[in-house]
């Protein structure tokens, strides 16, 4: 299941590799495990992130980025498309980068538990958003119900896991995921 675009980094660059623009999640993404809010001059933050993380130093012909890169114990998918625009802009973007969450491994995992504890459709989906790191009220927004019908599918799964928290729940799903 991909990811809410919400949850996508977004960087525009030009063509020497300087920050157009960038949205909020690229910020939060680029700066953990410090807060956002920390950064007193995103912009040049970001800048600097792109060349120290994102870029393929190994490649040496021209700029190339990553296929992928870690930030905290989260692994991201990096994906890069180069842009042709008109003249029209005073700034000529060269590159998009979006930053992506890859939680394949824990999408695998998640459908052998659905199975294993025989947890329904929204059940599932209420772990989904649970294991991208979403609150009560961030999932409640994107299932469109409300945090406490969210209170209560956690609570069915933990009762059904045999856990006692949210992170029980994660534990489950990380206990059984083949070891790589």
Known sequence: MPLAPSNSGFLLLDAGLHLIAANDPALQILCFPSGADR???PKVFL???VR???LDHKNRDGPAFVKEFRSGKRRYICKNFRVDCNEHYPVQP???VLLERDASSSYSALAEISE???LTQRERETVEFLLQGLTSKEIATRMQISPNTVKAFLRLVMV???VSTRSGI???L???RPNA
């Open 39 to 41: 950064i007193k001059q």
């Open 47 to 49: 800048a600097d992130r």
């Open 52 to 54: 120290t993380t994102l």
């Open 94 to 96: 060269a590159f998009a």
């Open 116 to 118: 294993q504890f025989d």
């Open 160 to 162: 059904k896991m045999k």
């Open 170 to 172: 994660a534990g489950k």
């Open 174 to 176: 990380a206990g059984s």
